[in-house]
């Protein structure tokens, strides 16, 4: 992949309570190697599949207060400039742009309604080397219990072109596109989600069939939280791995029904 279009998905990571054993879940799931994470950068790892790029786990740093979970961060040319606009909007930046080394630029925010992301600006590390292929990146969606804070507060931040998804009231899923691309969904998080669950960004991963790796996912000590459920955007299914953090699998290949319009 090369340099990605202002808010474009270009990047993800976990923190985790326990890096070894995540890193041994996620290479036998999605076929990850590893590199040594440096301790100046306290240990991040990087996860390529065929030497490309495709995530990173980091341990939990102490004192940290988000729960584990996967974050995913959006391409900006000037993360500063991304911080005013968070802050003009109603958003909260949780961590000030800094300097990663050469490799980059970076923030992390909420939007009005708790959904936490990040922010990348590139410098010698551009995010993803691979998407769409089985282990690497696929799709995202933000899933808030606030969906009008949401639609205000992203496409203001971003340059989002909005539209939204036939379907019943109760889905009410939009999908928002950059040059006409789409590149990532928002949904209502759904009437039955435990109380517990936060709003986030749900990071699907594409996988080569969901039903296997489903099945994985609990050999390995993970939990399937919903699915495995077919749609015309494939066979897809929401799990966690054994610390509890949660992500999707998505077969895109294994695809049923015809695609909504958008609106």
Known sequence: MGDFSEGAPCWADATV???????????????????????????????????????????????????????????????????????????????????????????????????LFGVWEAGRHHGFERTMDPGSFCWAEIVTRDPAAADAFFPAVFPFDVKKMAGPPEADYHVWSIGGSPVIGRMRMPGDAPEQTPPHSEIYFAVRDCDTVVADVMRLGGLVVDGPTDSPFGRFAAVADPQGVRFSVIDTSHTRGEVPSLS
């Open 17 to 115: 309570l326990d890096l070894p054993a995540a890193k041994r879940f996620y290479a036998e799931l999605l076929g990850w190697s590893f590199e040594e994470g440096s301790p100046e950068f306290g240990g991040y790892a990087q996860a390529s599949v065929d030497g490309k790029a495709v995530a990173a786990l980091a341990p939990q740093m102490a004192g940290q207060e988000a729960p584990p979970a996967w974050t995913l961060y959006f391409a900006s040319p000037n993360v500063a400039a991304t911080a005013d606009k968070v802050r003009e909007h109603g958003g909260r930046v949780l961590l000030e742009p800094m300097e990663i080394g050469e490799f980059g630029r970076m923030l992390l925010a909420a939007d009005p309604g708790g959904v």
